[in-house]
Every structure is written in structure tokens, then in C-alpha cells.
């Protein structure tokens, strides 16, 4: 079956625009992750869902970031006014989302969009 | 709060021979998974190998197992009869009660 897929692959914007990256999980996955990763660091955690909600929103950076899922599908993470330092590749994944602890399940990855903001 | 460390930033080994990615961790919590995931050139985070805390034998998967040392909080991956394709990235994560913890990686060159 279809795995991970974000859109876009490559997103090239300047300074001060607002961007929306999207992630269309594994169908059936109820649980959803953002990571951004920033040259030679590893995954810095941002947010993740269970369905429509999101019980952790602790790794946001700033109120610029902001994320939202739909009908337990499709996520939307957008950033406000962006600057240079928010250049960085954006990792989605799902999971089962069982209803065991968040940190627990197998993630499944997507491609990921590389985010560069001149 | 939990934290990983991977103390490798770059390590080779010769096609067909064995190589050891090491891990260390810390956390508070009692029961924990373990992870390895690979990132090659395509950027897509593959799982390699799982290893729940409480379960004591050793995880293993193919030509990848793991050295898990749960009171040394060490949780190294072996890598044996390493092929060209093993070479990328390897992260070792770390979670729970709480979203997973990514080291910063070790990048793995294979030589032919």
C-alpha cells in the first residue's frame, strides 16, 4: 500500500512569507508526527496528533508554527513570517496510534520537504 | 527528560565485514522502547530494528541486531556482512510517555 507522501518535495520561499507543507499519512493510521531537521542534527520533535487533536504541541518553536489535521487524514503544518533560520527539512510519519503510549509505536516516514528560506 | 547519544558522528566498515553503532540514553521512565532508524540519500526514515525495554532478548532482524544493556542504558546496533546499500545515516531513538528522542545520527560509509 501507499506509504508517507508530502507535498512539496522542495520548497524554496524568501523571508517573511508564509508557507504550508502538507503530509498524507498511511491510511488507517491514526496517530501523526512532525519533525524538522536541520543540517547534520538529528529529528527535533514539533507536534503529533491522535485523530484530529494534538495532546502534545510542546516542540512548536514559536507561535509562528502551526500545524492542524482533518478528518483524522490529511496535516497541514504552516509557518508564519518565516526566516532563515526555519530553513531545515520537515519530516512527517503516522502510526497505528493504538492507544499505547505516544512514544511507543512504530513511525512510519515520509520523503519529507526540504524547506530553504532566503 | 530523556536523552539520546550517539558518540559517532561517522563511521566506516569494508563491504561484507561487521561494523558497531553505539548508543547511550537516559530517561526516568520504566518502560521504554528502543530504535534504530536508517535515513539514506533519499532522506526517507526507515525503521531498522525495535527493542522494547522490558523484554530481554536481544532484537534482531536479518544482518541487524542489537547489544541492548538495559542497566548501562547502552543499546548499540551490529551491522554483519555489510552491503553497499547499508551505507546512510543511523539514528537511534528513544521513547515512551513521551514523543520520541533522536540522537544526532552516526553516518555509515561502506567500502567496496
Known amino acids: 500500500g501507499a506509504g508517507v507522501s508530502q507535498s512539496p518535495s522542495n520548497k524554496v520561499t524568501e523571508k517573511g512569507k508564509d508557507v504550508e507543507l502538507r503530509c498524507d499519512p498511511i491510511?488507517?493510521?491514526?496517530?501523526l508526527y512532525w519533525y524538522r531537521q536541520s543540517l547534520g542534527q538529528g529529528l527535533e520533535f514539533l507536534i503529533y496528533?491522535?485523530?484530529?487533536?494534538?495532546?502534545?504541541k510542546s516542540g512548536l518553536p514559536s507561535d509562528r508554527f502551526s500545524a492542524e489535521r482533518t478528518g483524522g487524514s490529511v496535516s497541514t503544518l504552516t509557518i508564519q513570517r518565516t526566516q532563515q533560520e526555519d530553513s531545515a527539512v520537515y519530516l512527517c510519519?503516522?502510526?497505528?496510534?493504538?492507544?499505547?503510549?505516544?512514544?511507543?509505536?512504530?513511525?512510519?516516514f515520509g520523503p519529507g520537504t526540504r524547506l530553504t528560506v532566503l | 527528560a530523556q536523552t539520546v547519544t550517539q558518540s559517532q558522528p561517522e563511521m566506516s566498515v569494508q563491504e561484507a565485514e561487521t561494523v558497531t553503532l553505539s548508543c547511550t540514553y537516559d530517561?526516568?521512565?520504566?518502560?521504554?522502547?528502543l530504535f534504530w532508524y536508517k535515513q539514506p540519500p533519499s532522506r526517507q526514515m526507515i525503521l531498522v530494528i525495535r527493542q522494547e525495554a522490558y523484554k530481554q532478548q536481544n532484537a534482531t532482524e536479518n544482518r541487524f541486531s542489537v547489544n541492548f544493556q538495559k542497566a548501562a542504558k547502552s543499546f548499540s546496533l551490529k551491522i554483519s556482512d555489510s552491503q553497499l546499500g547499508d551505507a546512510a545515516m543511523y539514528f537511534c531513538?528513544?521513547?515512551?510517555?513521551?514523543?520520541?528522542?533522536f540522537g544526532k545520527g552516526t553516518r555509515l560509509s561502506v567500502i567496496a
Open positions: 530517561t526516568s521512565e520504566s518502560d521504554y522502547y
Open positions: 491510511s488507517g493510521h491514526t496517530a
Open positions: 496528533f491522535q485523530g484530529n487533536s494534538a495532546p502534545d
Open positions: 510519519a503516522s502510526s497505528l496510534g493504538a492507544g499505547g503510549p505516544v512514544g511507543t509505536d512504530t513511525q512510519y
Open positions: 531513538a528513544l521513547g515512551g510517555n513521551t514523543p520520541l528522542v
